[in-house]
């Protein structure tokens, strides 16, 4: 390969990740905000908890919450887990502790549901599920493509 060829790769890797991202959060904050139209029907909340992971490197652990709940559509009941369609984990323990606060178990909810698929469920919808930080973090590596590409 030539030295053109080499330098060229590195910018095309970042393009690719940056529309992979922007692919995987369009999806999300589409479903989101289609979600803000769904049918509501009330719920209880039957457990809550923190699920961590490792961080960039695995310097820092992530923790994203999660809200178990139970809900009725027509005469069947269904079991959802889904909080948003949004990722919502970050490195702040308790700032999602306080998140998991406003959903105590046994506290009424409000549950949106696909009207096709009742199975389908989630608590938050709209603007509040939009993963903004992945569009942040895919702006970023676009940027960092198009300046990659422009140095070499």
């Known amino acids: 390969m030539s030295s053109r060829s080499n330098g ?30 769904w049918p509501t ?6 457990r809550t908890w923190l699920e961590p992971s490792s961080g960039g490197g695995g ?20 079991n959802g887990e889904r909080l948003t ?18 959903y105590p178990v046994g506290r009424a909810v409000r549950v949106y549901y696909a009207p096709g698929s009742p199975q389908e469920s989630v608590l ?7 993963p903004w930080m992945t569009f942040v973090v895919a702006a970023l590596i676009l940027t960092l493509s198009v300046w990659a590409s422009r140095s070499k």
Do not use: C, M
């Open 59 to 78: 310097r820092k652990r992530i923790w994203t919450p999660h809200v178990a709940y139970t809900y009725t559509v027509g005469s069947v009941t269904y």
């Open 124 to 130: 938050e919808s709209g603007l509040r599920g939009i």
């Open 85 to 102: 369609y949004g990722t919502r984990g970050n490195s702040d323990y308790g700032q999602q502790q306080r998140a998991l606060k406003r």
């Open 41 to 46: 029907t009330p719920g209880t909340v039957t």
């Open 8 to 37: 060229s790769v590195f910018p095309a890797l970042l393009l690719l990740a940056a529309l992979g991202l922007f692919l995987v959060a369009g999806v999300q904050s589409w479903r989101s905000v289609r979600a803000a139209t």
